[in-house]
């Protein structure tokens, strides 16, 4: 290596972002490039921890300029006095990319090609001649700063990423034997009061630190590119884990007081062989050759102890089992795959299947928010420009379009939180504008200025949490001191340029009303209402029968609004979770975060429920029982639906004592119209896996209504009226 090794690996960093920046500056201004900024904006926006996830974001930097450098020429020439025009596509390709940050794995890609197509169109107004000038000449910085950055990273001090991913993948891992362990003592009564919530949490987050880093070592790992589909395979394979587990858990309330060990007599070795599959799983992702291969596992029943239940304990046990063959496929799998990776077999054990099929294009209501709160902020600074004589002139479009994109992807964040960072790096750019580079005399000072500067904001601004507070104040800093070749000093400029960034914050906190309030508590009790909605709709295609030809056959439109709202409920109660914390508790009176999270519980809960009576509804061909205990379905999903509505206009209606009453009634008359029906029945006749499927299904319909009434029950300790007053 260049030099001895650092005891800090923040210093290392800070240190090659400051020389990187330099190195940028120099070749720009000795090149005599126009604003030699842009090469610093790269450089700054790409300095990660290892090299393989600078190398990959430098990637998509680049291809979103050269993206963003062929939109804009497109737009410039088919609108070259037509300013009108131009804006109206130009916010319209904005709004696009920014829709595609909420949904993409690539969201960089996008809010590079969005940011920059405004540089480019922008700044070409008026003398649109020059747009192709500007467009290679940003091209040009873009690449100087990623490839200045990704020379220093490789030559000094590289740092890859392929430890970082073994350490997730393992930690991630661990992660999830460990919550198996805790839902194996939850479901023998052994962990009475005990908190999963933490390590659920830390499952999430986990696995966002897994999914960024095998994208680096992708990028700078050949043995992890080699192996890229079976990296793949198992991304997929510890997300779905993820979701199975917690499903798994949701279905313990209705066979706790079943005896388990009489109905399954296999099921304290089954346990036993998952829990040790997931201990060698671990065991392999940390290096070590498995101690043992998987056992086959055998989930029968006992027939004669099953028939002694009730039809909806039948239901129960079905659901049950349906979740543990579930987890048997993904533990095996699991192991497989990790085992393939790490070399512990002679061939690839099976082939690598795709990790997704694609449902077709569903919109996302979140994502378009986002996209029309920044073409609002667009519009907004592109008429004040237009009309008033503001201070920034162009450039507060395009701040106004560049923060909004990157405050997109946050909604959450309050605009506070980003101005005092700004506020600060605005005031230490100025100090230094004014106070000390007129006394710099050659690039030689202005270089040390420079390194000193951005080592310093990258060591306070090391931790990845911080990231945004290290961009901001690079950037502020090289926009604010306008370095260039003909460099000249005025505090008009400085103040006009203060100024701008006042009104771009003013002009973001306008466009966040666009087109609801940003409030925590509004936004909460808005997704919990569009939540419902989900539900309710979905309640009513439970009756569908795609090989029918009748009225109940959906068409391509209901197909297509059932992807929809199936999404809705899969993402909403993680994104109500996290406007729910960030409610101001002061706002909450008594109720506490506590009981809030608790109720973002029941509705992840209920989600987890409407997502397993669809599976079960679309499994299912015959029913086992005839008309009478089809109305009875029937009645209980009108039941449900209308309880869904009436969440969806108001959730404080939630009544738990009525809630119960209703759907417990409407449970025990489809129950005994199940016990008549099936009594008279030849039951001999429908195969043993149409009836599990069907017991599925009746289990999956009482799970959902258990959930609905849970909900029911903690919404009595919320405040509604608190969170929905009106608050300025």
Not at 154 to 168: I, K, Q, S
Request: some cysteine.
């Amino acid at each position: 290596m260049l030099a001895p090794r650092f005891p800090s690996p923040r210093f290392r960093e800070a240190f090659k972002t400051a020389l990187a920046v330099v190195l940028a500056y120099g070749i720009a201004l000795s090149m005599d490039w126009e604003k030699p900024m842009w090469a610093a904006f790269a450089v700054a926006a790409i300095s990660l921890a290892t090299v393989g996830q600078s190398l990959h974001k430098g990637a998509l930097r680049m291809w979103g300029t050269l993206v963003a450098g062929v939109v804009s020429l497109t737009l410039v020439a088919l609108f070259p006095q037509e300013r009108w025009w131009l804006m109206v596509f130009l916010s319209a390709f904005v709004g696009l990319c920014t829709y595609r940050m909420g949904g993409s794995k690539r969201p960089y890609f996008w809010n590079v090609a969005g940011f920059v197509s405004l540089i480019i169109c922008m700044g070409s107004v008026p003398a649109t001649e020059h747009a192709f000038d500007l467009a290679v000449l940003r091209s040009l910085e873009t690449g100087l700063g990623i490839l200045c950055y990704t020379l220093v990273t490789v030559f000094l001090w590289p740092t890859g990423t392929a430890a970082e991913l073994d350490a997730a993948v393992h930690g991630l891992a661990a992660t999830q034997h460990r919550l198996y362990q805790g839902y194996l003592r939850l479901l023998a009564g052994k962990a009475e009061g005990e908190d999963l919530q933490p390590l659920r949490l830390q499952e999430v987050q986990q696995l966002g630190q897994f999914n960024d880093a095998l994208m680096g070592a992708r990028a700078d790992t050949h043995e992890v590119w080699e192996l890229r589909q079976q990296w793949a395979r198992l991304e997929a394979d510890v997300r779905d884990m993820m979701a199975a587990l917690a499903r798994w858990r949701e279905s313990f309330d209705e066979v706790q007081a079943l005896d388990l060990k009489a109905l399954m007599p296999e099921f304290p070795s089954l346990a036993e062989e998952l829990d040790a599959r997931l201990g060698q799983v671990e065991r392999i992702l940390s290096g070590k050759a498995p101690e043992r291969q998987p056992k086959p596992l055998d989930a029968s029943l006992n027939a004669e102890a099953v028939r002694a239940l009730s039809h909806f304990d039948r239901a129960a046990l079905a659901l049950f089992r349906s979740q543990l063959r579930r987890l048997e496929s993904l533990t095996r799998s699991l192991f497989e795959t990790a085992a393939d990776i790490k070399g512990f077999t002679a061939v690839s054990v099976r082939p690598v299947e795709p990790t997704r099929t694609r449902a077709g294009f569903v919109l996302d209501a979140d994502d378009l928010v986002a996209a029309a709160r920044v073409v609002a902020g667009v519009w907004l600074a592109y008429l004040l420009w237009i009309y008033v004589e503001i201070p920034g002139g162009v450039g507060i479009v395009i701040m106004t379009g560049s923060l909004g994109m990157a405050l997109a992807t946050n909604p959450q964040l309050p605009m506070r939180l980003a101005f005092k960072p700004v506020a600060l790096s605005i005031a230490f750019a100025s100090i230094l504008y004014i106070f000390v580079m007129p006394r710099l005399s050659s690039f030689t000072e202005l270089g040390w200025l420079i390194f000193a500067v951005t080592f310093a904001i990258g060591y306070l601004f090391y931790k990845p949490q911080q990231i945004l507070g290290r961009m901001a104040g690079l950037i502020i800093f090289v926009t604010m001191t306008g370095i260039s070749n003909a460099q000249s000093y005025s505090f008009l400029s400085l103040a006009n340029t203060t100024l701008m960034f006042v009104l771009v914050f003013m002009i973001l906190a306008l466009a966040a009303y666009v087109p609801v309030s940003p409030q925590p508590e509004k936004a909460f009790v808005r997704l919990l209402r569009r939540f419902f909605r989900s539900c309710e709709y979905l309640v009513s295609t439970l009756d569908w029968d795609p090989d029918s030809d009748s009225a109940r056959r959906p068409t391509r439109l209901q197909r297509w609004r059932r992807s929809y709202h199936a999404g809705q409920i899969a993402t909403l109660p993680q994104t109500i979770s996290l406007w729910g914390k960030s409610i101001d508790p002061k706002l909450l009176a008594g109720t506490t975060p506590e009981q809030l999270q608790a109720l973002t519980a029941d509705i992840q809960a209920l989600g987890y429920r409407m997502q397993e009576t669809l599976e079960a509804r679309a499994a299912v061909r015959r029913m086992l029982a005839g008309p009478d205990v089809q109305n009875e379905i029937d009645t209980w999903r009108a039941g449900l639906k209308e309880i869904f509505r009436g969440l969806s206009l108001d959730p404080d209606a939630a009544d738990h004592a009525d809630f119960r009453a209703l759907l417990n009634a409407k449970l025990e008359r489809l129950e005994a119209h199940i016990e008549t029906a099936l009594n008279q029945a030849d039951t001999v006749s429908v195969p043993p896996t149409e009836a599990e499927r069907a017991y599925r299904l009746l289990g999956a319909h009482r799970g959902l209504s258990e959930a609905v009434i849970a909900f029911a029950k903690q919404t009595a300790v919320i405040d509604w009226p608190r969170l929905r007053e009106a608050r300025f």
